[in-house]
Every structure is written in structure tokens, then in C-alpha cells.
């Protein structure tokens, strides 16, 4: 899921100084478990917004921020609170916001939360960042241990000079991404496969903004 | 006698670094430079070293090279893509540089810009491969170059990693790659680096072992806490302690010459690497005491 984390709330309200009226938009999906997105969160946010004396027009949380038709429909019901309000705030991460952005064709979208990494919840709202949507996914060389997002080098081909006593240079509280696949491979009695090369990453293959349509008549409208 | 030609003669051979400054003012630079002429087989220019921006490494290497002193172009995969990486490899090249060290390079948060975005496009050992791909005449895609390189790569290798298994992994897939010689990282102990010198010692390949002078044993305590790799054994810490602060340099200077010297005699490995950080007035005292000038 998207991690997120809501900005400093002086710094939302540094950024939206010019606008008076808001209409509130969270998301049911991960913005809920990360609790910046729930309706909680939301009534947070419209009480931290009045008491600096701007208004509330309404709020909605969405079942799925980032899927833009279907917040869009959602939304049909509270056309006039939209309506009412100078501008939006949306409580889900970057991609939620920028449905809104779509949404909003007159309005100002503003985001209250920071994107952060696509994680795993270890435990409840404790989450770890395992995977870089890097467009080739390469863990079937590396014992299921992604090099790319857990080495802060993004290194393929074995431990840096940096690695002590197992531990990482970057952040000396976290075991090394390389040493972890080492022991795995070794467990796995595969450790053959860690002297392969592998070769430098085609990140041509993640190029920005990513595209697919696997619908089959958008496949054939794009061809 | 060229720096390859010096390791491939079996002599013992010396290096040192020569570490850019952080500004234009490279009079200190230049002093250094003149006091490890003559005296060294080549001279490490340091790239950037722990991540904090100074002048770039290509453009001391000429110096050096103008000023008498062969150099090794230190090269890290932390500030520039593979396009990067290999145009500046060209342009040593038809400047007459030859010698180079692939490194993956310290993050950039251990340096003075936090902020900025590593790149490692590539690392290490991929850039090895793409200095032998150069020399034959291509680039990393396979497109023919209009000339090709002619560089005498090396790498870096520590024998005391702790687990010591992946590190000698990488350290023989750097070999494979086509690293020619290795600078290690500090070492304390040679009944230690004899147990790795015995296992690199099956691959075609030089081998220089690092030095760093310890200056204290307060010193000794930051490296083995700090420092990823470096064991520095208590006997040694002992010793600098019973010297007292007065005599506690001479005393670094005396154990690392005298390691230098242990290693030429019983032909343990092919050279040495003294990394003086700052005290570069000191190595030919090294040198000397290890019978080495
Ligand atoms: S290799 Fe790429 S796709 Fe696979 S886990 Fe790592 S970042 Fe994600
Ligand atoms: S210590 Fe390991 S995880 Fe950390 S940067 Fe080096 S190789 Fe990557």
C-alpha cells in the first residue's frame, strides 16, 4: 500500500493562507490504515482548520482515492459543499490528490499528507518500504530480497564497503540488504546464484509516468 | 617505470593519495604533490572522498601527471550515471590517464550535501566491466568507440569485512570483472591479511595493502568503532598508550613501517597503500623506516 504521512499542520495552513472555504477529501484504502485519510483524520483536520478561522463546506472519504471515475461519482452527492468551498484538501497520497486535480477542472487542490514509499505493514501502522515499482522486478536472483529498495545504494552486485558487522553504512540499525540475501541464499542452498553478475538495471523499463492499459478494447483503442 | 609496469615487474610498490580541496586554492595540494614525487609509484586522487564536494578528481590526476607524479583516477558510481561515468573515463583517457580505481563511493548522506540524490546507476563491479569494455573498443551497449582506452583498472577490497563471505564473493567477481590490482582497506593485523592474502593469492591478480597511520590510541578506539572494516588489535592500541602523547605519532609511524616492511620482506603482497589523510609530509618517513628509500 501508499504510505503516507500528514504534513506539519502550520505548513497546510502556510500554503492554503489565501483561501478561506475547504471541502475535505480523504480515502478508504491506505490513507485509512495509515490513519491520515479516515474520517477521524478528516474531523481532525476540520477542527484544526476552523479553530484557525477558516471554514469546512463538508468532508467524504472516498472507497478508493486513486481511482478517479468512482471518486468522482462519489462525490456527486456533495456537489453543492464542493461547490461552497474556495478549495479542496485531500487527505490520501499523491495520486488520490491528483484525482481530485482531475475532478477540480476550477478549483484549487491541495494535499495534506506526504507520499511516501510503497510499503508492507509489519504491525499495526508500522510499515516498511520493501518494493520501488522499479518496472523489472529482479528478486527472482536475489533470494526474494529486494537489492534495489533495500540498499540505500540500489546495489546488484554484492555488500559495499560499507557494510559492518552485517549492519548497513547508511543506517547502522538495519541489517545490510546484501548480507540478508547472502545468509537467505545460503539457507536456500542456493548460494550459486549470488556469483552471477547481474547486469546494470534498464530503467528504461520504469521510464516516468508509467502507462499500461490491460482492458482489451483500450488495448486495441491505443494500438 | 609506470605504475603497471612497477606491479608487473614484482617490485613492491608504493601509492598514496593525493585528496583534492574543497575550493581553488590548491597550493597545499600542489606542496603535497611535490613531496610524494619520486618517491611513490602513483598517487590516488580521491573522488569526492566521503561524499563531500571538492574539486573533481579528473583534473588533479592531470596535475599530478604535469607535475611528475603518476596518477589513479579514482572513480565512484555515487555522482554520475553510466553516461557520466564513461564520457569522463574517454576524457581521461586522451588526457593521458590510465590508471583507475572503481569504486562504489559513500553515500552522500556520510557528506556535506545530505540533501542530494545518489545516483548508483552503476556500481563497482559493472563499472569494471565497462573499463574493459572501453579497452576493447566498445561501449557498454556494444557500439564501437573511435578509439579505444587503454586503462590499467583496479578496485578495492576489505579483508576483514565482518561476514567475510559476501565480500570475497564481490571480491572475485570484481576479478572477474577485470580488476588488475586492489587497494585494500586499513589494515592492523598481518596474520589476518596473511589468512586473505593466502586466498587471493589464487587470483591472477596485485595486491596493495591499505594503511591509515594511527595518530593515538584514542584514534585506534574511532576506527574500530566507527569505521566499517578496520580491526585495530589491542596489542597495538597498548602500545600507543604506554608511548604517552608526546611520542604517540612517531609511535603510528614506527608500527606502520614496520608492518610495511614485515609485508615486503615475507613477500606477503605486491604493494602498499598509505593513506595519509593530511599528514602526506609523513609518508617518506614511512618509506624510509620500512626500507623502502
Ligand atoms: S526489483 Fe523492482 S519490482 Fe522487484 S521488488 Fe525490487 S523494486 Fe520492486
Ligand atoms: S551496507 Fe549493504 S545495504 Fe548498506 S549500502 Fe552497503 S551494500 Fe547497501
Known amino acids: 500500500m501508499i504510505i503516507t504521512k500528514q504534513k506539519d499542520p502550520n505548513s497546510i495552513l502556510e500554503t492554503i493562507s489565501k483561501y478561506k472555504s475547504f471541502f475535505l477529501i480523504g480515502c478508504s484504502e491506505c490513507a485509512s490504515l495509515c490513519g491520515t485519510g479516515n474520517e477521524d483524520a478528516l474531523k481532525d483536520m476540520a477542527g484544526f482548520l476552523k479553530s484557525n478561522g477558516k471554514e469546512v463546506t463538508g468532508m467524504m472519504v472516498p472507497k478508493t482515492g486513486c481511482q478517479t471515475l468512482g471518486t468522482k461519482i462519489e462525490l456527486k452527492k456533495d456537489k453543492d459543499a464542493c461547490e461552497a468551498a474556495d478549495a479542496i484538501i485531500v487527505m490520501s497520497c499523491g495520486a488520490g490528490t491528483q484525482s481530485a486535480t482531475e475532478i477540480f ?112 478494447d483500450k488495448k486495441e483503442l491505443t494500438e | 617505470m609506470s605504475f603497471k609496469e612497477a606491479l608487473e615487474s614484482g617490485k613492491f610498490v608504493v601509492t598514496a593519495e593525493v585528496g583534492p580541496p574543497k575550493g581553488t586554492d590548491i597550493s597545499e595540494m600542489l606542496h603535497h604533490i611535490d613531496l610524494l614525487k619520486g618517491k611513490i609509484d602513483a598517487a590516488n586522487v580521491t573522488d569526492n572522498q566521503s561524499a563531500v564536494m571538492r574539486i573533481n578528481s579528473l583534473s588533479v590526476c592531470k596535475i599530478a601527471m604535469d607535475k611528475g607524479l603518476e596518477p589513479i583516477l579514482q572513480m565512484t558510481c555515487r555522482d554520475r550515471n553510466r553516461i557520466g561515468l564513461q564520457s569522463d573515463l574517454l576524457g581521461a583517457s586522451i588526457l593521458g590517464i590510465h590508471n583507475v580505481l572503481c569504486m562504489t563511493g559513500d553515500h552522500v548522506s556520510a557528506g556535506d550535501h545530505k540533501e ?42 576489505t579483508p576483514e569485512a565482518n561476514p567475510i563471505e559476501p565480500q570475497l564473493m564481490k571480491f572475485e567477481k570484481k576479478v572477474n570483472a577485470g580488476a588488475n590490482f586492489f587497494q585494500t582497506q586499513a589494515i592492523y593485523d598481518i596474520e589476518k591479511f596473511r589468512t586473505f592474502m593466502a586466498h587471493a593469492r589464487k587470483f591472477p591478480v596485485k595486491v596493495l595493502a591499505g594503511f591509515v597511520v594511527l595518530k593515538s590510541s584514542g584514534m585506534a578506539n574511532f576506527l574500530n568503532k566507527f569505521v566499517p572494516g578496520i580491526n585495530v588489535p589491542q596489542d597495538l592500541i597498548d602500545e600507543l598508550k604506554a608511548a604517552g602523547k608526546e611520542k604517540a605519532l612517531d609511535t603510528g609511524l614506527n608500527i606502520t613501517a614496520r608492518h610495511i616492511k614485515q609485508l615486503n620482506e615475507e613477500k606477503i603482497c605486491d604493494g602498499v597503500h598509505i593513506m595519509a589523510i593530511g599528514m602526506e609530509d609523513k609518508v617518506p618517513i614511512i618509506m624510509e623506516r620500512a626500507g623502502l628509500l
Open chain 2, 116 to 157: 542530494a540524490k545518489p545516483v548508483y546507476d552503476i556500481e563497482s563491479v559493472q563499472l569494471l566491466r565497462i573499463v574493459d569494455s572501453l579497452n576493447r573498443g566498445k561501449d557498454m551497449m556494444g557500439s564501437d568507440l573511435k578509439g579505444s582506452t587503454k586503462f590499467f583498472q583496479g578496485a578495492v577490497v
Open chain 1, 105 to 216: 477542472k476550477d478549483k484549487p487542490v491541495y494535499p495534506a499528507n506526504d507520499s511516501l514509499f510503497l510499503g508492507n505493514m509489519t504491525r499495526f501502522q508500522m510499515f516498511d518500504e520493501r518494493c520501488s515499482l522499479c518496472g523489472e522486478c529482479i528478486i527472482g536472483k536475489t533470494a526474494g530480497i529486494c537489492p534495489i529498495t533495500n540498499c540505500p545504494k540500489g546495489l546488484l552486485v554484492g555488500p559495499c564497503g560499507g557494510m559492518s558487522d552485517g549492519k548497513c553504512e547508511v543506517s547502522p540499525d538495519t541489517p545490510c540488504a546484501w548480507v540478508r540475501i547472502y545468509e537467505r541464499q545460503k539457507a536456500l542452498g542456493n548460494l550459486e546464484e549470488m556469483k552471477e553478475v547481474i547486469e546494470p538495471k534498464d530503467w528504461s523499463k520504469g521510464q516516468k509516468p508509467g502507462t499500461l492499459a490491460t482492458r482489451k
